[in-house]
C-alpha cells in the first residue's frame, strides 16, 4: 500500500474516531448549560421590567423550553445532525448564520497569532539553546519570563495607548474602517483588515510565545545530549548541519504537539483581546451569549470550537508524521 493511501485511511480513521468524542462535547455542554441558573426568558423578562407568567410560559414554549431535558436534548441532537443549531433570540438571526460569519475574523486572528508566536518562538529558543549561558540565553530568558507573567488586558491597552493614541500607528479597536469596502478580496479592503489585526495578534501571541521559546529552547538542549548527535560528530558533521539537519528537525516536534493542544486555550484567550480591541469574533460572541443566556448560541460556537480543535490536532499528527518518519500514519 501506498504512503498516501496509508494517509488517506489513517485521516479517515481518526475522523471516525473523533464522531463520538465531539458528541460526547455536544451532550456534556448541553447538559452544563442547562444545569445554570435562569434561561433566556428569563433575561427577556428582565429587560422588559415585568412580565406576567402566562407570557412567560409562552416565551418558554416558543423556544422549547417547556419540554422535559432529556427531550430538549434529542431535539437539539436532530437537529445538529441536520445542521440546524437553532435560532438567537438576542442576535433574530439563525446560530448558524451567526457563528459562520463570526468564525472568519477568528480564524484570521488564530492563524496569525499561531504563526506569529510559533515562528518566533522557535527562532528565539534556538538562538537561546545555541547560545547557552551567554548574556543572548540570559536576554530571551528573561524576555520569555516577563510576557508569560504579563497579563493580556494590560498588554493590549498599553498597546493602544503607545501605538494607536500617542503615535497613531494602528486603530484603536474594530476589523476595518467604518466606511467598508465593497470588495472583501480587493486589496485595500486585505490591506485595511491586516492593518487592525496587526495589534491584536502581537497582544494573543505573547503569551504563547513565551511558552514555544521556552519549551523550543528546552527541546534543543534536550536532543544536543543525544546519542545520535554524538554519532553526527563522530561523522565528522559540521554543528551547524547537526544543529539545523537533525537537532533541530527532532525539536520542533514537542513545539508543534503543544500548537495543536493551545488552538483550544487561544479561543479563550482570544476572548480578552476580542474585547479589548473590539475585534468581531467568536471569543466576544460568546462573552455576550452568556450574559443573554442565548444557549443556542453558546451551544453552537461550543461545537464550532470543538470541530476546529479536532481538525488542528488531525493535522498535527499528520505534521508530526513529516516531522519524524519514525511515526507511521499507516
Avoid: C
Avoid at 199 to 212: E, M, N, V
Avoid at 280 to 294: I, N
Amino acid at each position: 500500500m501506498s504512503h498516501a493511501s496509508k494517509r488517506l485511511r489513517y485521516v479517515l480513521k481518526r475522523l471516525l474516531q473523533a464522531f463520538p468524542i465531539v458528541l460526547a462535547i455536544v451532550v456534556v455542554n448541553f447538559f452544563l448549560l442547562h444545569m445554570a441558573e435562569g434561561d433566556a426568558v428569563d433575561v427577556l423578562a428582565g429587560e422588559a421590567g415585568s412580565a406576567t407568567p402566562e407570557y412567560m410560559a409562552e416565551l418558554r414554549k416558543k423556544f422549547g423550553l417547556d419540554q422535559p431535558l432529556p427531550v430538549q436534548l434529542l431535539v437539539y441532537l436532530k437537529n445538529v445532525f441536520t445542521f440546524d443549531l437553532g435560532y438567537s433570540f438576542r442576535h433574530e438571526m439563525p446560530v448558524l448564520d451567526l457563528v459562520l460569519d463570526r468564525f472568519i475574523p477568528t480564524l484570521l486572528l488564530m492563524i496569525s497569532t499561531i504563526i506569529l508566536a510559533v515562528g518566533v518562538g522557535i527562532v528565539l529558543g534556538l538562538l537561546a539553546a545555541s547560545g547557552l549561558n551567554t548574556w543572548r540565553d540570559t536576554m530571551i530568558s528573561v524576555f520569555a519570563l516577563v510576557t508569560y507573567a504579563t497579563p493580556l488586558f494590560w498588554v493590549g491597552l498599553m498597546f493602544i495607548v503607545i501605538f494607536s493614541l500617542n503615535l497613531g500607528w494602528f486603530p484603536t479597536s474594530g476589523m476595518k474602517n467604518v466606511a467598508a469596502f465593497n470588495d472583501p478580496w480587493s486589496w485595500a479592503n486585505i490591506k485595511d483588515v491586516a492593518h487592525h489585526l496587526v495589534l491584536p495578534t502581537i497582544t494573543l501571541s505573547l503569551f504563547y510565545l513565551a511558552l514555544y521559546t521556552r519549551l523550543m529552547r528546552a527541546s534543543m538542549l534536550e536532543q544536543a545530549g543525544m546519542d545520535y548527535v554524538t554519532t553526527a560528530r563522530a561523522k565528522g558533521l559540521t554543528e551547524r548541519r547537526i544543529m539545523f539537519v537533525h537537532v533541530l528537525r527532532n525539536a520542533l516536534l514537542p513545539v508543534v504537539t503543544m500548537a495543536g493542544v493551545q488552538v483550544g486555550a487561544l479561543i479563550g484567550g482570544s476572548v480578552i483581546v476580542e474585547s479589548v480591541f473590539a475585534w468581531p469574533g467568536l471569543g466576544m460572541l460568546a462573552f455576550e451569549a452568556l450574559f443573554a443566556r442565548d444557549l443556542n448560541l453558546l451551544l453552537g460556537i461550543f461545537l464550532l470550537s470543538a470541530l476546529l480543535v479536532v481538525a488542528v490536532n488531525l493535522i498535527v499528527d499528520i505534521i508530526y508524521s513529516s516531522l519524524d518518519p519514525r511515526i507511521e500514519v499507516g
